[in-house]
């Protein structure tokens, strides 16, 4: 079964305004990537974390293995933040076989 | 920095069909990775390879072959194509198992 539940599917925002999208395991995950889908179709990496938090420009991200959950914020979001972004987890018991959400689609609104 | 290449960018073929998908990267990664993405849905692991001549299952390997031919190339077979089939695969390569994993830009697969 799905081992990632990705939410929310569908996002809106303002430019200038921020959220967050959210990653919930139904496991215990080793470590967790995020990943941004540009226009062109390519994964463009944001974050890897085994654990706490990362912060990269308007970007963070946190990862609690222990409560099974991801969570990627953006503030003051651009019009190029649009696109699908994905959350993909792996199990320490499967190195390397990681498991993506189905995604998220932001569409930032001028 | 490095680069992975997946050629061709477009594959159109014929129900039945043996198509071949090639993936080169210049990390100089150990681990490679063949995922396949169906609209609207993440991305699902085909097969990986930690190593040359290496190559392990993943979940969805029923009807794909692989091979590493070096280390710096990994290439995908779908056995025989499917009718009205649509995906996207991605290539992806990490230093090793459970490191971060970069990915390609993806070939677009129509089957008619």
């Known amino acids: 079964g799905d081992q990632v539940e990705q939410s929310p599917s569908a996002l809106s925002l303002h430019e200038g305004t921020g959220s967050a999208l959210r990653c919930n395991f139904t496991?215990?995950?080793?470590?967790v990537q995020w990943f941004r889908k540009n226009s062109r179709g390519s994964l463009i990496n944001l974050f890897y974390?085994?654990?706490g938090t990362k912060e990269n420009g308007r970007l963070k991200s946190a990862f609690d293995s222990k409560e099974r959950y991801s969570t990627l914020h953006i503030r003051d979001a651009q019009l190029e933040d649009s696109g699908t972004y994905f959350c993909?987890?792996?199990?320490?018991?499967?190195?390397?076989?990681?498991?993506f959400g189905a995604g998220t689609q932001l569409i930032v609104i001028p | 920095g490095g680069i992975i290449t997946q050629t061709p960018k477009f594959l159109i073929g014929q129900e039945g069909q043996k198509l071949t998908l090639k993936c080169q990267q210049n990390?100089?990664?150990?681990?490679m990775y063949w995922y396949r993405q169906d609209s609207g849905k993440g991305l699902r692991l085909i097969y990986y390879?930690?190593?040359?001549?290496?190559?392990q299952k993943g979940d969805l390997s029923e009807g794909y072959d692989a091979s590493r031919e070096k280390k710096s190339s990994f290439s995908l077979t779908v056995t025989s194509a499917q009718k009205n089939e649509m995906a996207v695969f991605l290539c992806?390569?990490?230093?090793?198992?459970?490191?971060?994993?970069?990915f390609g830009p993806g070939t677009r697969l129509l089957v008619l």
């Open positions: 992806a390569s990490s230093i090793a198992r459970g490191d971060t994993q970069y």
């Open positions: 496991t215990t995950m080793r470590a």
């Open positions: 974390l085994a654990s």
């Open positions: 993909a987890a792996e199990r320490g018991s499967a190195l390397g076989r990681l498991h």
């Open positions: 990390f100089n990664h150990d681990t």
């Open positions: 390879s930690i190593t040359e001549n290496d190559l």
